[in-house]
T-cell receptor, first 112, second 113 residues
Framework: QKEVEQDPGPLSVPEGAIVSLNCTYS??????FMWYRQYSRKGPELLMY????GNKEDGRFTAQVDKSSKYISLFIRDSQPSDSATYLC????????????FGKGTRLSVIA | ETGVTQTPRHLVMGMTNKKSLKCEQH?????MYWYKQSAKKPLELMFV???????ENNSVPSRFSPECPNSSHLFLHLHTLQPEDSALYLC????????????FGPGTRLTVL
């Protein structure tokens, strides 16, 4: 079983839709969870950073962590064509010389 | 310049060539990373430097040779590469390895013929 599983998509939604992106993981030691957005021909850009279980909101973006199910989600409300990108989840067991483990990324297209 | 910059953005090389990738961070960070991103695969960590000292070499073949002369600059020297080494090579930085938040450059798209 891979450490982090992420559906590669592509996921295509109409403008204004609510988007749900998800990752599952197998390592129960993971405590730090990140979502990166990567536009075509660019490097990943950190979107959200959460610790342990719970929700975190930033504008139209909400990150949710359910450690009991080993499942994390990123919700995008009122999706825009500019949200079209690949979204990568990443996680780590601790801070301090512990590598980030990434998912493969989900490609999202928001159609105007 | 702001953030993390990488040069060149695109590189085509033959298997017998020697080339170098350059990364520079303008964030005042002390940790720098090289990652390989291939299609349909997760990012693969290659090397980590913290305060100029290499702290991680993730079983990377010796045809990839990193160099970190100071906390702002990171190089990846390439020689006798294989076609399967074709990928996007990403540089990232963080305040130190004690911080999970990493900031990425735009990458170098490498093609090995």
């Amino acid at each position: 079983q891979k450490e982090v599983e992420q559906d590669p998509g592509p996921l295509s939604v109409p403008e204004g839709a609510i988007v749900s992106l998800n990752c599952t993981y197998s390592n129960s030691a993971f405590q730090y969870f990140m979502w990166y957005r990567q536009y075509s021909r660019k490097g990943p850009e950190l979107l959200m950073y959460t610790y342990s279980s719970g929700n975190k909101e930033d504008g139209r973006f909400t990150a949710q962590v359910d450690k009991s199910s080993k499942y994390i989600s990123l919700f995008i409300r009122d999706s825009q064509p500019s949200d079209s990108a690949t979204y990568l989840c990443a996680m780590s067991a601790s801070v301090g010389n512990t590598p980030l483990v990434f998912g493969k990324g989900t490609r999202l297209s928001v159609i105007a | 310049e702001t953030g993390v910059t990488q040069t060149p953005r695109h590189l085509v090389m033959g298997m017998t060539n020697k080339k170098s990738l350059k990364c520079e961070q303008h964030l005042g960070h002390n940790a720098m990373y090289w990652y390989k991103q291939s299609a349909k695969k997760p990012l693969e960590l290659m090397f980590v430097y913290n305060f100029k000292e290499q702290t991680e070499n993730n079983s990377v073949p010796s045809r990839f040779s990193p160099e970190c002369p100071n906390s702002s600059h990171l190089f990846l020297h390439l020689h006798t590469l294989q076609p399967e080494d074709s990928a996007l090579y990403l540089c990232a930085s963080s305040q130190s390895i004690a911080y999970n938040e990493q900031f990425f450059g735009p990458g170098t798209r490498l093609t090995v013929l």
